[in-house]
């Protein structure tokens, strides 16, 4: 009897093993496309704004000129090299479970996030100065006489934030990931001799 309860624990442990290795399997699939989806979005973003140039009656306008825009296309490039990067560790079968690996995910993540974050705010707020100007300091709206170069500057922000997106959904899978698998690290009390989570401070 005893022998028989044995083999049922040990055909459930086994079946729940199976279980857990196919959904972590999933998770890692849908984490590895989740990376590779802003790869796309950045090069694009990148090369529409590259290519953005205007040349008018009105004079000539490049995004090299406006340095908003060259940090956007700075910052798209690292997030594309990024993005490669950790979607071919991610997709290495027991690539992030060890707890260096997990955090350095979740900062470079967060980090990321913010840069790219960044790179689409001060664009935008370019590209409204552009569209409306400054009448307090008698600064006339530029899109009127380089529409093109406005259209496409608009295009590349736009693709911009929504990689911001993707990179918040990764932030948050990255961060599930780590304050879940593991405890936060914890320091020892001398006075009392026992052990205080750091978080807890």
Not at 81 to 95: H, K
Not at 178 to 201: C, M, W, Y
């Amino acid at each position: 009897m005893e022998k028989s309860d044995d083999h049922h624990k040990t055909s459930h442990g086994g079946a729940a093993a199976e279980k857990w290795e196919e959904v972590s399997t999933a998770i890692r699939t849908a984490e590895t496309m989740l990376r590779l989806a802003p790869v796309g979005l950045c090069l694009a973003a990148l090369v529409i704004m590259l290519k953005d140039s205007q040349n008018n009656e009105f004079g000539s306008v490049s995004y090299s000129n406006l340095s908003a825009f060259w940090y956007l296309v700075h910052a798209n490039g690292i997030c594309a090299g990024y993005s490669l990067l950790s979607a071919a560790i991610a997709a290495m079968p027991g690539s992030s479970s060890t707890m260096p690996r997990v955090w350095t995910f979740f900062c470079l993540d967060q980090i990321l996030t913010y840069v790219v974050l960044a790179a689409g705010a001060v664009s935008t707020e370019v590209l409204y100065l552009a569209y409306k100007g400054d009448n307090a300091i008698t600064w006339s709206d530029a899109c009127s006489s380089f529409g093109s170069f406005c259209h496409r500057a608009t295009a590349s922000v736009i693709i911009t934030f929504v990689v911001v997106c993707l990179y918040v959904l990764l932030s948050l899978i990255s961060s599930y990931k780590l304050f879940t698998r593991f405890d936060p690290p914890a320091i020892v009390d001398s006075n009392k001799n026992v052990e205080v989570a750091v978080f807890g401070n």
